[in-house]
């Protein structure tokens, strides 16, 4: 199979899946970039995250690309969670649940597919890839979409694609090899290209993000395990917040 052809497969069953859900959350077009297994960058998430993060070769054995894409909400769902300031919006949670579960699906159907053509394919859950103790990720899915294009980080340390940051990220490591591109790579925060903008600072109910401070992440978690206590029934993987990605000039587009 020829690179290009590799390249569509992976879109298309994609977009398959999104568009076959059970799930009552919406979607817009998913977002799909990717990078070279030995992409020097890899050598640097350890720097970055400040872990050990893995390699994809710890993921897969002989691994050539990482594939990551991004699933972007409905419009509803993130006005939904703009307006409801008291508490995170039901229809958000779900989304994160729903979305979660998506990726999963996603992923097996990818490795079921690509094995059928001859390609290994592994990856690792959409959530909980962290260390417990430093709440800082063993494989980065946010890292891995800047390295591959899809976008950059905003002062929320959110991933800003084109289509916003009010989605979710998955990726996937396979053993083939990718059309040989350097993604591009612009600004897409509005606060570090002019300073101009300062709503997911203002939208933060922890006062987590800060201009001259580093992103408070254990005020960050400690407000998403209290969020989780208000939906019991979505299970326990539902901790949540999303203030800072629903606001302002990113949540649904780049900003720049």
Same mark, same amino acid.
């Given at each position: ?17 999104? &568009? ?8 817009? %077009? ?36 990482? /594939? ?16 409801? &300031? ?86 996937? /490591?396979?053993?083939? %090899?990718?059309?040989?591109? &350097? ?26 993000? %800060? ?26 993987? /539902? &901790? ?17």
């Amino acid at each position: 199979m020829e690179p290009m052809e590799l390249l569509e497969l992976i879109r298309e069953a994609i977009i398959h899946e999104v &568009k076959n859900n059970d799930f009552v959350t919406l979607y817009r %077009d998913p977002l799909l970039g990717f990078v070279a297994a030995s992409d020097p960058g890899f050598t640097k998430l350890s720097k970055w995250t400040e872990t050990s993060h893995l390699m994809p070769e710890d993921l897969l054995p002989g691994a050539r690309s990482v /594939v990551c894409f991004f699933l972007p909400f409905a419009p509803e769902i993130a006005y939904a969670n703009e307006v409801e &300031k008291e508490q995170v919006a039901r229809q958000w949670a779900v989304a994160y649940s729903d979305t979660n579960t998506l990726i999963g699906q996603i992923n097996t159907r990818l490795i079921e597919l690509l094995s059928q053509c001859g390609i290994q394919a592994n990856a690792e859950p959409a959530t909980g890839n962290f260390f417990e103790d430093t709440l800082r990720s063993h494989w980065s899915h946010k890292s891995i979409a800047v390295m591959a294009g899809i976008g950059s980080f905003g002062l929320h340390q959110l991933v800003i694609t084109d289509a916003g940051c009010a989605g979710r990220l998955g990726s996937i /490591v396979i053993d083939a %090899d990718l059309p040989a591109s &350097k993604p591009e790579q612009k600004e897409r925060c509005e606060y570090f290209v002019s300073e101009s903008c300062l709503d997911c600072l203002l939208a933060c109910p922890v006062k987590a993000i %800060d201009e001259e401070s580093p992103f408070d992440r254990w005020a960050c978690w400690q407000q998403c395990l209290n969020n989780a206590e208000d939906f019991p029934d979505l299970g326990d993987d /539902v &901790k949540v917040c999303g203030k800072c990605a629903v606001v302002g000039p990113c949540a649904l587009e780049s900003a720049v």
